[in-house]
């Protein structure tokens, strides 16, 4: 008895000296996991490159064809092979919760390395803590952009502009200082100003005034929805700093 042929594809990619495509390479992985013998043609310059754009009246490299057909793309590719698509435009929780996540393994590891329980009131607060510095190192790779897209809610940027472009510095300074519990007469007001600002900010453009936006919470290039998610980084400084000014250990 005879094997079935194997399916078989043709991909057109972009191979030139400095430049490899990345969605090349993407491509041919993909037609070999899903059962496909790959006839790999290089483009290995420019001009090229150019003329197979031209000839096949295409815009972008990599071209996949399968049985005479040109399926096109990488994102072609992968509708083609029934494959999810992502939509660079959607709204996602994503950064956020792997912020928080982080954050949660820091602490305990922190606490693990002063042999202190793993799972402790200590614990708590290095957690929020350390998401703090974490959510300010993210505002921090593009201060202005953060800024500006702060402007759409937050109540006191709206007033006084600067404020965006310190706002990250502060929650940085409070979750260092609130971390290592040093001068707790400036961390606890930056944290308790910061974030009720921001929790008021977000309830009304969010709860009140029903807005639609995303959040600058994890930077500006940010695709999180404002919401429970904003609002609950605002609510854990107001409650850390509310922690510290009690004492409860």
Same mark, same amino acid.
């Given at each position: 008895? %005879?094997?079935?042929? @194997?399916k078989? !594809?043709?991909?057109?990619?972009m191979?030139?000296?400095?430049h %490899? /495509?990345?969605?090349?390479?993407?491509?041919?992985?993909?037609?070999?996991?899903?059962?496909?013998?790959?006839d790999?043609?290089?483009? %290995? %310059?420019?001009a090229?490159?150019?003329a197979?754009?031209?000839?096949h009246?295409?815009?972008?490299t990599?071209q996949?064809?399968?049985?005479?057909?040109r399926?096109g793309g990488?994102d072609?590719?992968?509708?083609?092979l029934? +494959?999810k698509v992502k939509d660079?435009?959607?709204?996602?929780?994503?950064p956020?919760?792997?912020v928080?996540?982080?954050?949660?393994?820091?602490?305990?590891?922190?606490?693990?390395?002063?042999f202190?329980p793993?799972l402790?009131?200590?614990?708590l607060?290095?957690?929020?803590?350390i998401?703090m510095m974490?959510l300010?190192?993210?505002?921090?790779?593009?201060?202005d952009?953060?800024?500006?897209?702060? +402007?759409?809610y937050?109540l006191?940027?709206? @007033?006084?502009?600067?404020?965006?472009? !310190?706002?990250?510095? +502060?929650?940085?300074?409070?979750?260092?200082l609130?971390l290592?519990r040093a001068?707790?007469?400036?961390?606890i007001?930056?944290?308790? /100003?910061?974030g009720?600002?921001g929790?008021?900010?977000?309830?009304?453009a969010?709860?009140?005034?029903?807005?639609?936006l995303? /959040?600058? /919470?994890v930077?500006?290039?940010s695709?999180?929805?404002?919401g429970?998610v904003?609002?609950t980084?605002?609510?854990?400084?107001? !409650?850390?700093a509310?922690?510290m000014v009690f004492?409860?250990?």
């Amino acid at each position: 008895m %005879t094997s079935p042929a @194997r399916k078989s !594809a043709s991909l057109y990619r972009m191979v030139i000296p400095g430049h %490899t /495509c990345p969605y090349g390479v993407k491509a041919r992985w993909l037609l070999r996991r899903h059962g496909y013998a790959v006839d790999d043609h290089w483009l %290995t %310059t420019r001009a090229e490159t150019d003329a197979f754009k031209a000839q096949h009246d295409v815009k972008t490299t990599p071209q996949i064809i399968i049985d005479g057909q040109r399926i096109g793309g990488h994102d072609d590719l992968r509708r083609f092979l029934g +494959l999810k698509v992502k939509d660079p435009n959607a709204t996602s929780y994503v950064p956020v919760l792997a912020v928080f996540a982080i954050a949660a393994l820091l602490a305990l590891a922190v606490n693990w390395l002063t042999f202190l329980p793993l799972l402790s009131f200590m614990t708590l607060e290095r957690f929020v803590a350390i998401a703090m510095m974490l959510l300010a190192m993210l505002k921090l790779q593009d201060v202005d952009r953060f800024a500006t897209m702060f +402007l759409n809610y937050d109540l006191l940027a709206r @007033r006084l502009p600067p404020y965006g472009l !310190a706002y990250p510095f +502060l929650e940085l300074g409070a979750g260092v200082l609130m971390l290592t519990r040093a001068l707790d007469w400036l961390s606890i007001p930056v944290a308790l /100003c910061i974030g009720g600002i921001g929790a008021v900010s977000v309830f009304k453009a969010v709860y009140v005034e029903k807005r639609d936006l995303k /959040c600058a /919470c994890v930077g500006g290039g940010s695709t999180v929805p404002l919401g429970f998610v904003s609002l609950t980084e605002n609510v854990m400084m107001v !409650a850390m700093a509310l922690w510290m000014v009690f004492g409860i250990h």
